[in-house]
């Protein structure tokens, strides 16, 4: 089966099924989706969509994000929003805060330059810093990984604004609870690079209209992911809990029995 699912009104949408496991089984299709924002989701695109059996939409955007673009209502389909960058930690990490929706632009970098960001900060250090922190305690993500465990709320999108940070994490906790090796889980998330490099090749044009050179390349990254980000998730959870069996264990329950359970559904 294909795993990419070239919607029109998105860039980054794909099923998580296929990757094989470290003892040799394969994540079944049809049961995880990853994506974008939904909100330009075409009827065309709906009906395509409602072809998936998608039972569960789960938003990690903030409320703000939601409001000013919001997901498409699915029949059949129970849509959850919570976010997965807390409002404090939007504070350290230097990213605009809350904002009404009539304050914001059509696109997320573009909230950024004007307010700012990319001439203070460096994009790269602040998604490291991100990254570090939010597979830790996360009530979205303690939230998701009860949902992916019941059988009635599969097929399960998730998603955010790109498709590739807090939907990125969110996809890696996943396929380790499934088993599949880190390397694999690397694959699948760098994979948006090449799923977004056309739109993201728009916006970098668009934007180099207003910023200067270095503002552009700190765009740039911004736009991307990279090993280290996800490499700073997997620091994380090893230096907090020493291991990632011990990490499903106590943030999220899942230990031996209740993982095997989860594999014996999810995989063949």
């Known amino acids: 089966m294909n795993r990419i699912i070239p919607f029109q009104g998105t860039n980054n949408f794909r099923d998580m099924g296929g990757y094989r496991t470290a003892d040799g089984r394969k994540v079944k299709f049809g049961l995880f989706f990853r994506s974008d924002e939904l909100t330009a989701l075409t009827e065309q695109d709906l009906t395509a969509f409602r072809t ?50 009539r304050d914001r632009s059509q ?33 979205s993500y303690k939230r998701l990984m009860d949902l992916i465990r019941l059988p009635d709320r599969l097929g399960l999108l998730h998603h ?21 090796p880190e390397e694999t889980i690397m694959e699948d998330y760098l994979l948006t690079n090449e799923m977004m490099k056309a739109y993201n090749g728009e916006q970098l044009r668009r934007f180099a209209e ?42 999220f329950g899942l230990r031996k029995e209740q993982r095997e359970a989860l594999q014996e559904m999810c995989l063949e």
Do not use: W
Not at 56 to 80: C, M, Q, S, V, W
Not at 109 to 126: C, H, L, P, Q, T
Not at 232 to 240: E, H
């Open 52 to 101: 998936l059996n998608i039972r569960t939409i789960f938003d990690y955007r903030d409320e703000g994000e939601a409001r000013h673009k919001p997901d498409p209502a699915i029949a059949g389909a129970l849509n959850i929003r919570l976010s997965a960058v807390p409002e404090d930690q939007v504070t350290r990490i230097n990213m605009p805060g809350k904002m009404e929706s």
């Open 107 to 139: 696109h997320f970098i573009e909230d950024m330059v004007n307010s700012g960001f990319f001439k203070k900060f460096r994009a790269d250090a602040m998604l490291i810093e991100l990254y570090s922190k939010i597979a830790i305690n996360n009530p």
């Open 160 to 180: 955010c604004t790109a498709g590739k940070d807090r939907t990125g994490v969110g996809s890696a906790l996943i396929l380790l609870a499934l088993g599949v």
């Open 210 to 251: 207003h910023v200067d050179e270095a503002e552009l390349r700190n765009i740039e990254q911004m736009l991307g992911v990279k090993e280290e980000f996800m490499e700073a998730v997997f620091g994380s959870i090893k230096t907090t809990y020493g291991s990632v069996d011990s990490y499903l264990a106590e943030e």
